[in-house]
């Protein structure tokens, strides 16, 4: 259930992408909290009174293609340096200078380019779940085309425009359900068994999927909430950030290898195959995230970290916020 959901605020605010939906609790310094794919503002209901209780002026938006945020048609609409802007878009509509940024997923991505490109705007970063990762190598769709063997890798899945919409659009909600569970802890298949990152040939995402069983941090509620939501817009906006990855490796060739040099946190959990995967980009954190000040794997958690476990991501947030530079 939402939490002091009469607190929240929403507003509309103009960006390059036409409008951006926010969703807003609490006065006191500026925390912008993004969500990743497929998700809502929605992903920070139990964020946005913990950080508004703590001080902060907490804001949850819709990223361009979510929600009741504009949707452009054009798929290059959705690169990073178009995301980036709308961050920077929001934070001067709600009259402030500077903000805190927190994302994740692909918000975590998105979060850790706008400090990166917009330090002067963004003063502090947070990453949940997926590790900060400076631009460099091969282009992304040559890595992607290589894992996986003889099956393919889900990001490469997505590539084709209309070919992972008419896998999930059918049934909205039946395969949100499938991928929420597939990367929950406590509904994510036995090790050993087909991993559902991978498509087998001629197959299909949610063959792999858990059926039948909800994680526990997922009410009926609030799945309804979250399958109404693309039920309306489809999710080609949503897919359209994966179709973009090439194209960014392109837009930020002048910051390859470059550090994020703010105050960052992490938090990933021990079960998420973002933090196994990406192990060694969380142990160059030295060298790449300078002003790290934590970096936690939660025990026993999966990917959606700041809805299996709420209360530790809240006190983990409100700490390190409380030590940052005023």
């Known amino acids: 259930m939402v939490q002091h959901a009469e607190q929240n605020t929403h507003r509309t605010v103009a960006?390059?992408?036409?409008?951006?939906?926010?969703?807003?609790?609490?006065?006191?310094?500026?925390?912008?909290?993004?969500?990743?794919?497929p998700e809502s503002w929605y992903s920070w209901r139990r964020q946005l009174p913990a950080l508004?209780?703590?001080?902060?002026?907490?804001?949850?938006?819709?990223?361009?293609?979510?929600?009741?945020?504009?949707?452009?048609?054009?798929?290059?609409?959705?690169?990073?340096?178009?995301?980036?802007e709308d961050n920077v878009a929001v934070v001067h509509a709600l009259g402030e200078e500077s903000a805190v940024i927190v994302g994740h997923d692909w918000g975590a991505t998105i979060a850790a380019n706008s400090a990166l490109l917009k330090p002067e705007v963004f003063r502090a970063v947070g990453l949940l779940s997926v590790p900060y990762t400076p631009r460099g190598g091969p282009r992304p769709s040559e890595i992607f085309a290589q894992m996986g063997?003889?099956?393919?890798?889900?990001?490469?899945?997505?590539?084709?425009?209309?070919?992972?919409?008419?896998?999930?659009?059918p049934d909205v909600r039946g395969w949100l359900a499938g991928?929420?569970?597939?990367?929950?802890?406590?509904?994510?298949?036995a090790p050993g068994a087909p991993d559902p990152h991978f498509v087998a040939k001629g197959g299909t995402l949610c063959e792999r999927f858990p059926a039948g069983r909800l994680p526990a941090w997922l009410g009926e509620s609030e799945l309804d909430f979250y399958a109404g939501e693309f039920e309306r817009t489809g999710l080609t906006g949503a897919l359209n950030r994966y179709r973009n990855m090439d194209?960014?490796?392109?837009?930020?060739?002048?910051?390859?290898?470059?550090?994020?040099?703010?105050?960052?946190?992490?938090?990933?959990g021990s079960l998420d195959a973002s933090t196994t995967w990406l192990a060694d980009a969380i142990e160059a954190y030295p060298i790449t995230l300078p002003g790290l000040v934590s970096s936690r794997l939660l025990d026993g958690c999966g990917h959606w970290i700041q809805q299996e476990r709420p209360d530790e991501i809240n006190d983990l947030l409100t700490e390190w916020l409380a030590a940052l530079p005023s």
């Open 247 to 268: 194209r960014d490796w392109e837009d930020l060739a002048a910051y390859d290898g470059s550090p994020i040099t703010q105050p960052s946190l992490f938090v990933g």
């Open 15 to 37: 960006t390059s992408a036409g409008r951006i939906h926010l969703v807003e609790q609490g006065s006191g310094p500026l925390v912008l909290l993004v969500h990743g794919f």
């Open 149 to 169: 063997g003889d099956e393919e890798f889900y990001v490469s899945y997505f590539q084709e425009p209309g070919r992972a919409e008419a896998e999930i659009e």
């Open 52 to 84: 508004a209780e703590a001080g902060y002026r907490a804001v949850a938006l819709d990223v361009r293609g979510y929600g009741r945020s504009s949707g452009p048609a054009a798929t290059e609409a959705y690169r990073m340096l178009e995301l980036v």
């Open 179 to 189: 991928f929420y569970a597939a990367l929950s802890a406590d509904t994510m298949p």
